[in-house]
């Protein structure tokens, strides 16, 4: 718009191999192109002249690889220049990746061994840079032509479509520096909680489920199994998060490790490893830009993961209210159920709740503000196992008149009436 003043306006010269670090501000968005030279922003180029415009509190770097001009019109919570970067080290690994790929492509698809792409698992800490790294290294192969599958294990900050979820998706082309990845059709699982704690049992049985089902598209599609996969996973590493993180390498048959930031960890993957002739696990550096986000922050980034899904990034999207009867609606929850009294199981049975057992969920007010996911499940014993097509958050519930309310992402009936509902609730403001 022309309504900035130019004193708003501020133009950064970047040497080769350096970045431009900005925190947006918190109320206002900021506008940014480059004027000369090339520059990337997470692996993605930025078209010349072009403004993009990048909403309030977003993180992120503009990196050249050989020098670049850059403009900024708006407020930013910080911009700072840095020379000091690990980017050489995680292009080294792309291309190396790279190699992988084409010795895949190479293979006869019937070798099921040899054509199939570096399958590459990115572990740390949190606020270690995995998402980041994790969409460089997505970015920069799409940028070559290939279409390599993201899985994102990350139940508490993912970047494929709401909390709680497990998902997959192919990417095509370069992340959008702005938009992220495209909602199109990923594959998500909807564990429900935004800690694997809550149930660890439905978090592992949920990735072997995405894990099948990525195996059956593979094998089906020589052009993705040579690309590969890159999975994102939860900053969670210590106890069972740690038992969750081999869970997942042996899951996915993960035979890159990318260890981001924590010498401990890589030492007991390195070890770990010894016994896998063909996992190799790799130590990088962390990126001294990646910005720490507290409890606070995280709970209100959920919350605004959540508007996005319903709103989209800029209120492009238009959700639809809707009103149900009670029994219109199948909602489900997925263990944690009550459990029954000691008195009413067999002598010496313990009255543990079965953390998988699938229970039809009484419609009250304990379900307002939250949010729901509707099941592809045909049967409510596939419910478990199913993925799911989308989300409605619960906006009223009318006990007297038996009524539900909620929004979706559209008008008319949902793709079915199976709902899971887990602990993810959201206040819209
Ligand atoms: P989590 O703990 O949620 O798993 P993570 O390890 O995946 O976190 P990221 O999400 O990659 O960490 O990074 C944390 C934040 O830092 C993000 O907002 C990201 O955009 C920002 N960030 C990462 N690298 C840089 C950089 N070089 N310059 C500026 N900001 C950055």
């Not at 003043?5 to 192109?33: C, F, M, Y």
């Not at 909602?183 to 429900?192: H, I, K, Q, R, T």
């Not at 929850?333 to 067999?346: D, E, H, K, N, V």
């Not at 009255?351 to 409510?380: C, F, G, Q, W």
């Amino acid at each position: 718009g022309g309504s900035a003043s130019a004193s708003s306006i501020k133009q950064v010269k970047l040497e080769r191999e350096s970045e431009l670090r900005i925190e947006v501000g918190n109320e206002t968005p900021l506008k940014l192109r480059l004027l000369n030279g090339s520059a990337e922003i997470f692996g993605s180029e930025l078209a010349p002249e072009t403004w993009l415009t990048f909403p309030p509190r977003v993180k992120f770097a503009v990196f050249t690889w050989y020098g670049a001009t850059i403009e900024m019109d708006g407020a930013t919570e910080t911009d700072y220049t840095a020379d000091e970067t690990p980017m050489v080290s995680y292009v080294n690994v792309h291309a190396v990746l790279e190699g992988r790929r084409n010795r895949a492509k190479a293979s006869s698809p019937d070798d099921s061994e040899a054509s199939q792409g570096p399958r590459v698992i990115v572990v740390g800490p949190t606020d270690s840079g995995k998402s980041t790294l994790s969409r460089m290294l997505l970015s920069w192969a799409a940028k070559q032509g290939w279409k390599p599958t993201f899985v994102d294990l990350d139940i508490g900050q993912g970047s494929i479509t709401v909390p709680g979820c497990i998902a997959a998706t192919p990417i095509e082309l370069p992340i959008d520096p702005v938009e992220g990845i495209p909602l199109e059709m990923p594959l998500v699982y909807f564990y429900g909680h935004t800690t694997p704690s809550n149930n660890v049992d439905l978090y592992k049985t949920l990735v072997n489920e995405l894990a099948q089902m990525l195996e059956t598209q593979f094998s089906r599609n020589a052009e993705s199994r040579a690309a590969g996969m890159v999975i994102n996973t939860m900053g969670w590493i210590e106890g069972t998060g740690y038992e969750l993180l081999l869970h997942a390498i042996d899951t996915f048959k993960a035979n890159v490790v990318l260890v981001l930031g924590q010498e401990k960890l890589f030492s007991m993957l390195k070890a770990v490893a010894k016994s896998k002739p063909n996992v190799d696990v790799v130590k990088l550096q962390k990126s001294g830009g990646v910005v720490s986000r507290n409890a606070k922050f995280r709970q209100k980034a959920r919350g605004y993961r959540i508007r996005e899904y319903f709103y989209g990034l800029t209120n492009d999207l238009s959700p639809h209210s809707n009103i149900a009867n009670f029994s219109d609606l199948l909602v489900y929850r997925i263990g944690g159920g009550p459990q029954a009294p000691r008195s009413a199981l067999p002598i010496g049975a313990d009255p543990v709740a079965n953390p998988l057992r699938v229970t039809p969920v009484n419609i009250d007010r304990d379900l307002l503000h939250m949010v729901l996911s509707v099941s592809y499940a045909k049967e409510p014993d596939q419910i478990l196992t199913s993925n799911v097509a989308g989300f409605i958050y619960i906006t009223d519930i009318d006990i007297q008149r038996k009524k539900i309310t909620y929004l979706a992402p559209s008008a008319g009936e949902l793709p079915s009436k199976y709902l899971i509902m887990g602990t993810l609730t959201w206040l819209e403001t």
